[in-house]
Every structure is written in C-alpha cells, then in structure tokens.
C-alpha cells in the first residue's frame, strides 16, 4: 500500500500545478556502449529556480548505490520514498530505457528541466549527464548525455 500511496502523491504532484490537465510523454534513454556493468538513472524535475519538483524515474535496484547519483540525491534529499514505486532494473550499456507517464502541461514551456543522472559501477559518476528545458519545441528532438547516455528524448 505504501509503494502505491508514494507513486500517487509523485503523480499528483507531477500533473496538479494549477489543476492542469496532463498528457502522456514517453522519455527513451539510449545508453554508449561504455564497456561496463549496467548503470543506475535518476530521472528528475527541477523548476525554473533549480528546486527539486520529483522523481519521473529510477533505474537500479540496489539502494547502496543510489548515493552515486550525487544531483538526484542532494536534490532530493536522498529520501527513498521519492521513488518507492517507480523503481525499474539498471540499463546495460548499449540498451535503452523508454519509460512512458504522465507530466502535467503545465510543466511544459514553463522553465522546468528533466535530468537525468547515470553511474556505473567502478566507473566515474555523472551528475546531470543530460539535462533539457522540458518545452513543447523539444519533443522528438535528441539531446546527447556527457557520459553513459548516448541519447535522450522525450515525446508527447
């Protein structure tokens, strides 16, 4: 019951700014073939001020680990229910990851950004490997990562 409590007040709070209507986007990320273990991702919102808005995703299932996602944990806190119910298996280098939800509309053109933080283990950590302003213009269009992810988008 937790898990689901915890999954529906991210949802509220992802597609309630002002009561807006939501829509469903699909977010696909395509990791570099980096030779290595699977990686763990944090996928994030942050508002136009860089605060922390929620958890869209999160990839890898050992919680020891989720401290290598340095942006997500001091942007959220590192609290673990921000991603009780969302939680997916690591993606291995090479594979890509399509997760679809909802976003409220309101988040769009609105200054929001999406992040995505990747780590390998033995391998260096990439806080904000990629990072786009959430807008109505950037759907379909890809946006390359720093490190672990070969691309990113984002459709509505």
Same mark, same amino acid.
């Given at each position: 019951m937790k898990p689901l409590l915890a999954a529906l007040? !991210?949802? $509220?709070? #992802?597609?309630?700014?002002?009561l807006a209507?939501?829509?469903?986007?699909? !977010?696909? $990320?395509? #990791?570099?073939?980096y030779g290595g273990n699977g990686a763990y991702l944090a996928i994030y919102v942050t508002d136009a001020g860089g605060a922390y808005k929620g958890t869209l995703w999160f990839a890898g299932g050992k919680s020891k680990y989720y401290s290598h996602l340095s942006g997500w944990?001091?942007?959220s806190g590192g609290r673990l229910a921000e991603?009780?119910?969302?939680?997916?298996?690591?993606?291995g280098a090479g594979r890509t990851l399509k997760v679809t939800l909802d976003l409220a509309d309101a988040l769009f053109d609105a200054g929001y950004k999406?992040?995505?933080?990747?780590?390998?283990?033995d391998m260096r950590d990439s806080p904000s490997d990629v990072v786009v302003p959430l807008t109505?213009?950037?759907?379909?269009?890809?946006?390359?990562?720093?490190?672990?992810?070969?691309?990113?988008?984002y459709s509505m």
């Open positions: 007040a !991210l949802s $509220t709070a #992802l597609t309630v700014p002002e209507a939501a829509r469903p986007v699909t !977010l696909t $990320t395509t #990791l570099n073939a944990e001091r942007a991603i009780s119910g969302i939680t997916g298996a690591s993606v999406l992040h995505i933080d990747a780590a390998a283990e109505a213009a950037g759907a379909g269009r890809p946006a390359r990562g720093r490190s672990y992810v070969r691309s990113f988008t």
